[in-house]
């Protein structure tokens, strides 16, 4: 079964400092990976995807993430915290091999500091 | 382009009564999802489909039915409401592996 832990509900960085949220997984098969962010009273909306190919991934906003297999993790960053990015953050993962279900994480919730 | 539309946006219920949550998605998805979101548990899959008339149990399916009669809906049934399925509920929809679910708004339900 997949399955994906998230560290830290709740991560607080001042304005202009580097984002880091961590997601590790488990799988038995190659994961595609996704990361999703909720703004209060909104749906999810995607940021990045890693599916094949290249490890690093660009998403919107500025975020990426870097999916390595020896340590299962695909930890999302930004170089500098915007204020606008404060929201709620989720890690997923899927696979060919999954019955096609998208398993979510607990969350992170991103506080801006001014 | 309305993507995933949810009805109704709030509900509230008495323990015991019944209701269905409507998913719609106008993308010609073949995979669609209900989840179950609650505070500091993330999202969690309730059921799920892959293509019209075809359903599957997820992470926490007791006490929910559903039906998938055409492709482009998605219905959440509740029997029987008890308190403990007070919570936001999103629908998902998506061609289908490795590509992205597009969620709806959600659905807030309280059950007194």
């Known amino acids: 079964a997949q399955s994906v832990t998230q560290l830290g509900s709740h991560v607080s960085v001042s304005e202009g400092a580097l984002v880091l949220l961590r997601c590790n997984y488990s799988?038995?098969?190659?994961?595609?990976l996704f990361w999703y962010v909720q703004y209060p009273n909104q749906g999810l909306q995607l940021l990045l995807k890693y599916t094949t190919g290249a490890t690093l991934v660009k998403g919107i906003n500025g975020f990426e993430a870097e999916f390595k297999k020896s340590e299962t993790s695909f930890h999302l960053t930004k170089p500098s915290a915007h204020m606008s990015d404060a929201a709620e953050y989720f890690c997923a993962v899927s696979s060919y091999s999954s019955a096609s279900k998208i398993i979510f994480g607990s969350g992170t919730r991103l506080s801006i500091r001014p | 382009n309305a993507g995933v539309t949810q009805t109704p946006k709030f509900r509230v219920l008495k323990t015991g009564q019944s209701m269905t949550l409507l998913c719609a998605q106008d993308?010609?998805?073949?995979?669609m999802y209900w989840y179950r979101q609650d505070p500091g548990m993330g999202l969690r899959l309730i059921h799920y489909?892959?293509?019209?008339?075809?359903?599957a149990k997820g992470e926490v399916p007791d006490g929910y039915n559903v039906s998938r009669l055409k492709k482009q809906n998605f219905l959440l049934g509740l029997e029987s409401a008890a308190p403990s399925q007070t919570s936001v509920y999103f629908c998902a929809s998506r061609t289908g592996p490795p590509a992205e679910a597009f969620f709806g708004q959600g659905t807030r339900l309280t059950v007194v």
């Open positions: 799988s038995s098969v190659p994961p595609y």
């Open positions: 489909s892959v293509g019209e008339g075809t359903t």
């Open positions: 993308m010609n998805h073949e995979y």
